[in-house]
């Protein structure tokens, strides 16, 4: 097996990445920088990319990998998780009696080892820490079709429904641009490092960037939503920030500079 330029590029062009150094040589071993379609850069070895066909970040190569589990399960069960299957699931309870005489969270030594992990790990209840909150809140946003008034179908995720409700009957269609083809991309860094930002919305005829964000996402991000805004408003656009709570309530409109609108209570 020869690990050439040729095959690299091939395998980073299949995952629309984009290879971020030039090399002299090329072996297995090596390890190879390159930028995520979503954005992000990274570094895998060459055998790793060749092996399994993942040029990928880690967060959006997990996301593929629990999709194809999925596929399969679909596939082969026809449901999305093979615990859901009648037999599996017995067979899980069934092992699970014999060896701990009921399901092992009802028992009392799992429950005390499960409660002094979360504990030592997120003081309380993992559901009560920001950070845990903002990843189940991803992780459940997986993406879905939005009709538009045109019968248009595009691809949102999140609060992005809640949010395109009301850009629809402020703004003409074809003035709303969704998706990274449409959006404008814009450079920021953090620590010296670069990072690519792809907005929620751009609105054309005001030039303005909208972004969608949780509560949870706004309290454990804080930092680094700074950053976004303050390159986009560096690079011309207008800024705000929409934020909803898990209610589909919309709290607040961060507009950039830092003018906090509250919606008015009906």
Known sequence: ???????????????????????????QRMRIKFRCSCGAETEKKFEMLNLYKYPYCEACSLRRKAQKYENTCLEKYGLVNA?????????????????????????EEVQKKWKETCLEKYGGHPNQNVEVQAKSEKSSFA???YMMPSGNLVKIQGYENLALDELVKLYDEEDIKIGRALVPTVIYYIDDT??????????????????????????????????????TIQNGYKYEIWIYNGKQKKLETLIFPRIPVIPATL
């Open 194 to 231: 670069k990072h690519v930002y792809f907005p929620d919305f751009y609105i054309k005829s005001e030039n303005k960037i909208i972004e969608v964000k949780s509560e949870w996402t706004i309290q454990l991000h804080r930092a680094n939503i700074e950053e976004k805004a303050t390159a």
């Open 1 to 27: 097996m020869k690990y050439t330029k040729e095959l690299l590029d091939t395998i980073l062009k299949d995952g629309n990445a984009t290879l971020l150094e030039s090399y002299e040589s090329y072996n």
């Open 83 to 107: 615990g859901q299957v009648p037999e599996i699931k017995k067979k899980i309870n069934d092992s699970n009696i014999k060896k701990y005489g009921m399901h092992p969270k009802k028992t």
């Open 143 to 145: 993406y879905k079709n």
